[in-house]
């Protein structure tokens, strides 16, 4: 196999508790997210006499920085050897929006490489690779919906729900998960805003991120308040550490509605999907 293309999905936190801050710097987590198989970037790799990295998107880095990048230095260190492969990634997946764009562009990096060079790692070890990478990593390369414990390395995987619509809207702004957690501790709720346990597909969802996320960004708290008071929205909650929000409807028929309204209300420049998951 010379050459390979692979969808690498978003995903959404259907819960998000943050338990503490640990010795190593980062926080105890727990989180049930699961795929979007509907949105997703795409790696394309094609066989070269070199390594090289390319993306079009104008907000994407392409040096070191860059996970991808990351993923392919921590194979080629791992295996000993040098990747010969031009990976070209399309972007779909907004940036700083919640969604793992850049961790599940960095497991399937993980995964297409291993495959082009004849699984010389073992599925272990690329959980290992990936939790180097980044918290939400290790979870993409489980392909199914999962319980996430740790900074995001100790993976359970859950039973799948029924299938749901959801619609995400996403403001055209960024949330730093970085900022976000660092500010979890000492953040307040602001008293109008909703942050109370819901039902969903999963049991309760709840996402502990919105305290410190929608103190800074009012507009999050509002528009989730907006949602909740739609007809056929079930949930309405951010997802991870935003700025994406996610809606569970009752029947996707008042997807459109819902996706209309809140463009000619809040913002017509909305990013805006519909699916289901």
Known sequence: ????????????????????????????????????????????????????????ADDVPKDETNLVVKAVRVFEERVGIKVHYKITLEKRVPHGAGLGGGSSDAAFTLLGLNRLCG??????????????????VPFFLYQR?????????????????????????????????KDAFSRWKDAKEVESFHYEAQMGPYGKMVNQLEIPVFEKFLFLGELKTWLLN???????????????????LEDIGDADTIITSAKETWDPNLFSWLGVV
């Not at 900074?151 to 749901?164: H, L, N, P």
């Not at 739609?230 to 569970?248: D, P, R």
């Open 230 to 248: 739609q007809k056929g929205v079930k949930v309405a909650q951010m997802s991870g550490s935003g700025s994406t929000m996610i809606t569970i």
């Open 119 to 136: 699984e010389p790692l073992a599925f272990e070890v690329l959980h290992d690779l990936a939790s180097e990478l980044g918290s939400d």
């Open 145 to 177: 919906a999962c319980l996430c414990r740790g900074r995001g390395e100790i993976i359970e995987r859950v039973e799948q729900a029924e299938k749901f619509p959801i619609v995400l809207l996403k403001p055209n702004f960024a949330v730093s998960t």
């Open 1 to 56: 196999m010379s050459d390979l293309t692979l969808e690498a999905p978003a995903k959404i936190n259907l819960s998000l508790k943050v338990l503490g801050k640990r010795a190593d710097g980062f926080h105890e987590l727990e989180t049930l997210m699961v795929p979007l198989s509907g949105l997703s970037d795409t790696l394309h790799f094609q066989e070269g006499d070199r390594f090289s990295f390319s993306c079009e």
